[in-house]
């Protein structure tokens, strides 16, 4: 596992579909070591600090391994880096294998996955396709948010080190399959061992039920 991009933005305002929104969605990939505080990565900045960003979203992590998933269903040999509004592009750390509450060490930060993404219409605006983040939804490749625990450097090339994995064993696409399925068995099990989940998630699972 390492990171193959590192990406940020700040935010703009972009025409679509008639209306104008500011978003940081339009990443761009940067060069040499970026500093990862409590927020985000220096010379990334959200948009709007109501559904992005915080402690518990600080970075997007998302997997050039899907990559070639999605350039299939397009129809397109490559797409860009950053595609889906990633800070860290990485190869392996696929959402069926990382662990909600996972710790990892890149570069000299350390970081806990906190949660899959929940794509907003901005995604749809990144893909030119407002029913696009229905699409990336309904597939559950969505990535997930990491808060950081300890401040740093990291970098492109850099290895990502698992340093601890709760026994729980509740994985990104497992949470996701739980709040997509009606009268989960999961779900109860989910809200015991993630109450700190933010609000948006556990209602999710309370509806599960």
Known sequence: MKIITVSVASPKDIEFDSKTTSTSIFKTPVDGEVFADFENLQGDRQADLGVHGGRDKALYVYSFDYYAQWAQEFGRTELEPAQFGENLTVTGCLDEDV??????????????????????????????????????????????????????????????ELLDTPSHGITVRELWRTVTTKNSPEARRALDHLPDLDDGWLRRLRRAR
């Open 99 to 160: 662990v909600i509450g996972s710790r990892f060490g890149i570069g000299s930060v350390e970081v806990v996955v906190t949660q899959p993404r929940i794509p907003c219409f901005k995604l749809g605006i990144r893909m030119g396709d407002a029913d696009f983040p229905n699409r990336f939804w309904a597939t559950g490749r969505l990535g997930f948010y990491v808060r950081v625990e300890q401040t740093g450097l990291l970098q492109r090339g850099d290895e990502i």
